[in-house]
């Protein structure tokens, strides 16, 4: 349910134009709005009021609460929007620093599993789709909306008409 006109705080109105001026993704957008009512409830107070120390302090929370790195993260780039753009106090923000994000070594399947991984495929279609996405590094709906003339065997290339970016647009009806 998206609030009545009448019940958005003029902070957040600009800020919901900010992001829109800059056509940033609607996920984007309250991820956005999302850390910083995280803020603002932190500080039981408007958070345009926010000093360098109460940022700290914030951060400093989200590491006590188990909050992951990746979330922390999130947070801090919704917040450095908010202070740079839609306050214009970029040095209070500047002091926050993203967190590490540990690196995980992917899984490499041997020859071996991968074959048997592609066998175990109930029919011919379900392990040639498997074979391009394992050889190809593309993602389901992306290996789905192939079609044959997005392959170039003479230059050994796929062509991608709708790859994560386009994921908003209409996707084609199957063959």
Not at 76 to 104: A, H
Not at 119 to 127: D, E, F, G, V
Not at 143 to 149: A, I, R, T
């Amino acid at each position: 349910m998206t609030p009545s006109p009448e019940a958005i705080s003029p902070l957040r109105q600009r800020m919901t134009e900010d992001m829109r001026m800059r056509k940033l993704e609607l996920k984007t957008r309250a991820a956005y709005l999302r850390a910083v009512k995280k803020l603002a409830d932190f500080l039981k107070r408007s958070p345009d009021t926010a000093t360098v120390e109460d940022l700290r302090r914030f951060q400093l929370y989200l590491v006590n609460q188990g909050t992951s790195p990746i979330t922390i993260n999130a947070t801090i780039v919704g917040l450095k929007f908010f202070f740079d753009i839609t306050l214009g106090r970029s040095e209070l923000i500047s002091k926050v620093q993203t967190v590490r994000v540990p690196q995980k070594m992917p899984v490499v399947l041997s020859r071996d599993e991968v074959t048997r991984l592609i066998a175990a495929a109930p029919n011919l279609k379900s392990q040639t789709a498997l074979s391009v996405a394992y050889a190809t590094g593309l993602r389901v709906s992306e290996v789905v909306l192939l079609k044959v003339s997005d392959i170039d065997s003479k230059r050994m290339t796929l062509r991608v008409e709708q790859g994560k970016a386009a994921r908003t647009a209409t996707p084609r009806a199957p063959p």
